[in-house]
């Protein structure tokens, strides 16, 4: 069988280049009209391929109106957990048997329903949780390039199978000792062969393509997957269910694909705790991810996580930068979704000598962003996800003004929408407040300066998060000594379209250093899928 080529989807991209941009809007705008007046249904469960219903139902409204309700979905319980598992748990009897190049095929119809249904699943997450329309369509493309490049590997690795042989000896020995030579020829297959079941649990910023990246890990392995959805304060439920329902009309069996939703109290905590969950895929924050970890721990239950657990994401602009390419680059990466994305910038160190300047500038670009309904193409912020988000920004405004120099933004945007609109944040405050060192998850950013560039990268360093970075320098010497000494997965430097976001699959890996992750390895990474398998020698003598 040919391996694939991988190639990203890039769907704005190529439209643009193209002359497409008005027919991107189009289809977008339509979409968006269809998927509203599909809104307000009661939706199921599925565990085992069979629709489940719970005895109370979540409300999941649009944080873009709050009026609008996005439909009802199943508040599952503990009880639900343990039948997704067991229904998991009986098709990985035959699921991770099933020779390597079989479930690739189900993959590959994935991709073609997700291509085929791109605008639509763009325009429920668009009304789900606040992202404009770029936004939205690059995260489903995203989740399509997750799947082809999973497809590539598995391929290129020949479903991670190698063969060894150690050759017959003409030299006979009486008994046996390490080294001895081989009476025989002893064949040996080395395998990674998968865990069993995976609990995959996604956040709300990334609902399809973090969910689909996950998801895709586990079951293109061979585990089996009990999937929960965003399910409580932050809601992403609907595009949990499209998912699912392309997985079933791609060919996925039942039982292979389970997706439950409900309060991570219940669901998520019997996921961690269950003996018979051997995994779990879990984005989120690092509180929640270190305390999954140590339920299971504490129960002596072996488990396997693949997580990733959040930043507080710095930037260093030198007296070597190109001023407008950083202010472009900060802007992008620490306003973009209103700064709700793991990867969001949230500290800016910039040289003493150039301070002013920095800052005049981007604020003269933030007071050009505009704030309201992302649906609207013009906007590029939209709102916070829930009231829970805006009491932590009205929280973090009063800590800034008490203890910094507020630079701009702290206030409410009025709108006639029912949702949670405000101000992007810059603040001068001292490295060692709180603010620098807590993720907050908003549209707020914290700013220092400083003289000696040594000193710039020990406060980019000195948070217990390791996830992005970024630096703008013309300064070959300074580009070679921050290379050597940030402590981040994913760093960029002089990049004018984000300072810390927007790595792309196949090209950047997306991993976490420190308390960002536990593995150390990446999405979209030759090495993500060996997570989610366990190596076997098997030798045949004769």
Not at 5 to 17: A, G
Not at 220 to 233: C, H, L, M, Q, Y
Not at 305 to 311: N, T, Y
């Amino acid at each position: 069988m040919p391996v694939s080529t991988f190639s990203n989807e890039s769907t704005y991209r190529k439209m643009v280049e193209s002359g497409q941009e008005s027919k991107f809007d189009e289809l977008f705008d339509q979409a968006a009209k269809s998927a509203l007046a599909g809104f307000g249904k009661t939706f199921p469960m599925y565990i085992g391929g069979k629709q489940v219903y719970a005895s109370s139902v979540l409300e999941e409204r649009s944080p873009i109106d709050r009026k609008v309700l996005i439909g009802k979905f199943q508040k599952g319980t503990r009880e639900d957990a343990r039948s997704a598992i067991s229904a998991a748990r009986k098709a990985f009897a035959q699921w991770g048997l099933l020779e390597y190049k079989a479930r690739l095929e189900v993959f590959k119809k994935a991709v073609l329903k997700f291509r085929e249904k791109k605008f639509e699943l763009a325009a429920i997450l668009s009304y789900e949780n606040g992202k404009s329309r770029y936004e939205s369509v690059g995260e489903v493309d995203e989740a399509i390039d997750f799947i082809n490049y999973y497809i590539t590997e598995m391929e290129r690795n020949r479903g991670y199978s190698r063969k060894n042989l150690i050759s017959q000896s003409t030299v006979k020995v009486k008994a046996g000792f390490q080294g001895a030579p081989a009476e025989k020829t002893e064949k040996i297959t080395i395998k990674l062969k998968p865990y069993g079941v995976f609990g995959v649990i996604a956040p709300f910023n990334f609902p399809i393509s973090i969910s689909v990246g996950m998801s895709t890990g586990a079951l293109i392995t061979g585990n089996t997957v009990v999937f929960k959805p965003s399910s409580t304060d932050n809601m992403s439920m609907l595009t949990g269910l499209k998912i699912y329902e392309i997985f079933k009309e791609s060919g996925m069996p039942d039982g292979v694909f389970n997706y439950i939703t409900g309060p991570g109290s219940e669901v998520g905590d019997e996921l961690a705790v269950s003996k018979d969950v051997d995994g779990i895929a879990f984005t989120g924050s690092r509180d929640t991810g270190m305390s999954m970890a140590a339920r299971t721990y504490a129960q002596r239950l072996q488990k396997v996580f693949v997580v990733e657990m959040g930043g507080k994401n710095p930037v260093i602009v030198t007296k070597h930068a190109e001023i407008e390419e950083a202010v472009e680059g900060v802007i992008s990466a620490a306003f973009g979704f209103a700064g709700q994305k793991c990867s969001a910038l949230s500290r800016v160190y910039v040289h003493e000598s150039i301070k002013e300047v920095f800052l005049s500038k981007l604020i003269a670009r933030v007071r050009e962003l505009k704030v309201g309904n992302p649906l609207a193409k013009e906007n590029y912020i939209g709102p916070l996800i829930s009231e829970g988000a805006y009491k932590r920004y009205v929280e973090s405004v009063e800590k800034a003004k008490s203890a910094g120099r507020m630079l701009y933004g702290g206030s409410r945007v009025k709108t006639d929408l029912d949702g949670f609109y405000v101000e992007p944040v810059i603040v001068e405050i001292r490295h060692d407040h709180e603010l620098v060192h807590k993720e907050l998850f908003l549209p707020f950013i914290t700013v220092e300066s400083f003289n000696d560039f040594g000193d710039a990268i020990r406060m980019a360093n000195d948070v217990e998060y390791g996830l992005t970075a970024g630096m703008y320098s013309k300064n070959r010497v300074e580009i070679r000594e921050f290379e050597k000494r940030i402590e981040a997965g994913t760093v960029y430097v002089n990049r004018a379209i984000s300072a810390t976001t927007g790595a792309i699959v196949g090209m950047h890996t997306f991993v976490g250093w420190k308390g960002s992750s536990l593995t150390g390895k990446g999405t979209g990474s030759k090495f993500y899928l060996q997570q989610f398998m366990r190596e076997q020698s098997f030798s045949v003598t004769g």
